[in-house]
């Protein structure tokens, strides 16, 4: 896939669930000015559940529509929440050096956190059974199996929170019982090398790792690599950056909000993918 820099990448905007805090999709507008290409790195709508898939297939229209309007081409990756959102659930750029995916094929039960993690457990390991052979060891098969397992909840019905108050009932609802709390943070801790691992075992040549999926925004270095989660739209906690890509070079800004709009904010770091040299055992 050719695209036009630059290229910004966001992710876990959950547009239409009751807990994000965008409001409407011109709140967004600021971060799509300029760009060549807009890359939506999963999660970017709710799309799991067949009741609303409707009203989740429309809000991605809205976007699409959006970053066309202000001249930019828009990416959308697949994501746990979104799975069926795009043809693609990962870009290799700048030659394989930087990878960009969503993150949700790096726990087998795809949210460990979550009260459906053992249904999608299970449907992530009939995928798996299901790919022989060379299948089973194609990067983007093994997506692919990860976003079938992300559907196996389409026929239940969603207990999401609604309201003004959707927010906080959501993170509510994330801490109880009390051993969700822990899994997330063990999830938070284990994601960086995760990645690493995925990226060693599927794209070695990969230097930069930009996922999302845990909503917890950072930069993480493991050896010649750098993990980077763009964090997430749901809520207030976790924060949330950009990532520009121009020739080699990945810009980190955070993304603030002044008033009801979202903009690009002080440059966090910039990172060079192409200097980032492989070191034996990495």
Do not use: Y
Request: proline share 7%; aromatic share 6%.
């Amino acid at each position: 896939m050719s695209l036009a820099e630059p290229i910004r990448i966001i992710s876990d905007i959950h547009f239409g669930h009751p807990a994000c805090i965008v409001d409407k999709p011109a709140a967004l507008l600021p971060l799509f000015r300029g760009m060549g290409t807009v890359v939506f790195n999963g999660d970017s709508v709710e799309l799991r559940f067949l009741r609303g898939r409707s009203e989740g297939k429309n809000n991605a229209s809205k976007l699409r529509e959006l970053v066309t309007n202000e001249g930019a081409q828009p990416v959308f990756i697949n994501g746990n929440h979104d799975p069926i959102i795009a043809k693609e659930s990962h870009l290799d750029l700048v030659d394989g050096a930087v990878l960009v995916t969503h993150g949700d094929m790096l726990f087998h039960d795809i949210s460990p956190w979550s009260i459906e993690a053992k249904i999608m457990a299970e449907a992530h390991t009939k995928a798996l059974e299901e790919l022989h052979g060379d299948a089973f060891h194609d990067f983007e098969q093994r997506l692919s199996a990860s976003k079938r397992a992300a559907l196996a909840l389409e026929l239940h019905k969603p207990s999401i929170p609604r309201g003004p108050l959707a927010p906080l009932a959501t993170i509510a609802r994330e801490c109880w019982p009390p051993w969700r709390p822990l899994q997330i943070f063990r999830c938070w801790f284990q994601t960086p090398a995760k990645a690493v691992a995925l990226a060693r075992v599927f794209r070695p040549r990969a230097r930069i790792i930009l996922i999302g999926h845990t909503h917890l925004c950072g930069i993480w270095r493991r050896g010649p690599r750098v993990v980077v989660n763009t964090g997430s739209f749901l809520s207030v906690i976790g924060g949330r950056m950009l990532a520009d890509l121009a020739g080699d070079t990945i810009t980190l800004r955070k993304i603030i909000k002044e008033g009801d709009t979202f903009k690009p904010g002080p440059v966090i770091e910039e990172i060079e993918a192409t200097k980032l040299q492989p070191h034996e055992g990495f």
